[in-house]
């Protein structure tokens, strides 16, 4: 069977480096906001040529975390899209304010930014952009509007570590919130995120909020909550982020094998604005389901990113959205399906994917 993505591969190229950092912090007994946690917020905001980079427990934090300290709150709305995973939108109603979907594009899959400024209203505080699949949203346009309307932009990286737009690797805005959940463009061995930011005041504020509300170990100037990155997670990351770039262009040199022998299929398309990370390589079909069968009895696992949009969810009932609401979304959902996609996939592999995806959509 070819995996979606294979860990393994990738942790037994490194093994005796993540072995030994994972040996030296067992070794320090520094569990806790250990040395790696502020190492790796330097490389990592180093990395995405940033100011500030804040670890967190999860990319679900890290974006809680943001909207928490921006001071959203009831009453207020905050704009995304629904073909996302509902970590996006979760924290918006977490805060107590109130999600605001609109619609993709067809092409990038990303935030129609045209739907957005039909969006904005008086409540509307906030955009979180997600960056889907690596390839970066149009941001020019979001941050001219947010501008225009006094909004605060909060990018989800999650899955789009590496990604550059027009030449400058994301977030472009003020905030972008990163995922290192396992199967990420750079993953953790557990559950792990960051807040990247060039806001000096947020990035502190953050790091109040993920610890407590502590500067000192039992000193509390606010009442914040446990949102810290693991001493573990870190260390394994700092390994890690020396490759991310190796990584990436393995990536991208896999997507354009991909695209060099698929026929037949919609396949992700780059804009001249992005240089794409391939997170996933997600294709559309009309007879998806039938296709995902038959690499399956071939031996080929596949994904569909994501199979029910997030306004048809039971978890958003309460919201009063219907199917047709946003038709883009909804096409797209039934279509898609993301190929095994990871730096140490073979070009062999990958020619044996095409031969089946062709052979069944000729
Ligand atoms: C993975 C992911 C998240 C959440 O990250 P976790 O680290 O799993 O909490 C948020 N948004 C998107 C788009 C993601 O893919």
Same mark, same amino acid.
């Given at each position: 069977?070819?995996?979606?993505?294979?860990?393994?591969?990738?942790?037994?190229?490194?093994?005796?480096?993540?072995?030994?950092?994972?040996?030296?912090?067992?070794?320090?007994?520094?569990?806790?906001?250990?040395?790696?946690?502020?190492?790796?917020?330097?490389?990592?905001?180093?990395?995405?040529?940033?100011?500030?980079?804040?670890?967190?427990?999860?990319?679900?934090?890290?974006?809680?975390?943001?909207?928490?300290?921006?001071?959203?709150?009831?009453?207020?709305?905050?704009?995304?899209?629904?073909?996302?995973?509902?970590?996006?939108?979760?924290? &918006?109603?977490?805060?107590?304010?109130?999600?605001?979907?609109?619609?993709?594009?067809?092409?990038?899959?990303?935030?129609?930014?045209?739907?957005?400024?039909?969006?904005?209203?008086?409540?509307?505080?906030?955009?979180?952009?997600?960056? !889907?699949?690596?390839?970066?949203?149009?941001?020019?346009?979001? !941050?001219? &509007?947010?501008?225009?309307?006094?909004?605060?932009?909060?990018?989800?990286?999650?899955?789009?570590?590496?990604?550059?737009?027009?030449?400058?690797?994301?977030?472009?805005?003020?905030?972008?919130?990163?995922?290192?959940?396992?199967?990420?463009?750079?993953?953790?061995?557990?559950?792990?995120?960051?807040?990247?930011?060039?806001?000096?005041? %947020?990035?502190?504020?953050?790091?109040?909020?993920?610890?407590?509300?502590?500067?000192?170990?039992?000193?509390?100037?606010?009442?914040?909550?446990?949102?810290? %990155?693991?001493?573990?997670?870190?260390?394994?990351?700092?390994?890690?982020?020396?490759?991310?770039?190796?990584?990436?262009?393995?990536?991208?040199?896999?997507?354009?094998?991909?695209?060099?022998?698929?026929?037949?299929?919609?396949?992700?398309?780059?804009?001249?604005?992005?240089?794409?990370?391939?997170?996933?390589?997600?294709?559309?079909?009309?007879?998806?389901?039938?296709?995902?069968?038959?690499?399956?009895?071939?031996?080929?696992?596949?994904?569909?990113?994501?199979?029910?949009?997030?306004?048809?969810?039971?978890?958003?009932?309460?919201?009063?959205?219907?199917?047709?609401?946003?038709?883009?979304?909804?096409?797209?959902?039934?279509?898609?399906?993301?190929?095994?996609?990871?730096?140490? %996939?073979?070009?062999?592999?990958?020619?044996?994917?095409?031969?089946?995806?062709?052979?069944?959509?000729?």
């Amino acid at each position: 069977m070819i995996p979606i993505v294979d860990l393994k591969r990738q942790y037994l190229s490194i093994k005796d480096e993540i072995d030994g950092a994972i040996r030296n912090i067992i070794d320090n007994t520094s569990f806790i906001m250990g040395k790696p946690v502020e190492e790796f917020e330097n490389n990592f905001a180093n990395y995405c040529n940033a100011e500030y980079c804040v670890g967190t427990s999860s990319g679900t934090s890290a974006l809680y975390l943001v909207l928490k300290a921006l001071g959203i709150k009831e009453g207020d709305e905050v704009i995304t899209v629904p073909n996302t995973f509902i970590a996006t939108s979760e924290v &918006i109603s977490q805060v107590g304010a109130k999600i605001k979907f609109i619609d993709v594009d067809e092409e990038t899959y990303n935030m129609d930014v045209e739907k957005l400024k039909n969006t904005i209203d008086e409540n509307t505080k906030a955009i979180i952009p997600v960056h !889907l699949y690596g390839h970066s949203c149009d941001m020019d346009q979001i !941050l001219e &509007i947010a501008k225009e309307h006094n909004l605060k932009i909060i990018e989800d990286c999650a899955q789009a570590h590496g990604t550059k737009y027009k030449d400058k690797k994301i977030p472009i805005g003020e905030i972008g919130c990163f995922s290192f959940f396992p199967a990420k463009i750079l993953g953790a061995y557990g559950d792990a995120g960051c807040v990247v930011t060039n806001n000096e005041e %947020l990035a502190n504020k953050i790091k109040l909020l993920r610890n407590h509300g502590r500067e000192k170990k039992y000193e509390h100037l606010i009442e914040g909550f446990n949102h810290r %990155l693991d001493s573990l997670q870190a260390a394994i990351l700092n390994v890690k982020l020396k490759y991310l770039n190796e990584w990436i262009e393995r990536r991208r040199n896999n997507a354009k094998l991909y695209s060099g022998l698929l026929k037949n299929v919609i396949m992700p398309i780059e804009k001249d604005y992005s240089k794409h990370s391939y997170y996933v390589y997600t294709i559309r079909v009309k007879n998806r389901d039938k296709l995902q069968e038959f690499l399956k009895e071939n031996g080929i696992a596949t994904q569909i990113y994501y199979p029910i949009p997030l306004h048809l969810q039971s978890a958003y009932k309460n919201l009063d959205y219907k199917e047709g609401d946003f038709p883009v979304t909804e096409k797209i959902a039934k279509e898609i399906l993301s190929l095994p996609m990871f730096p140490e %996939l073979t070009e062999e592999e990958i020619k044996y994917i095409c031969e089946k995806v062709n052979y069944f959509c000729k």
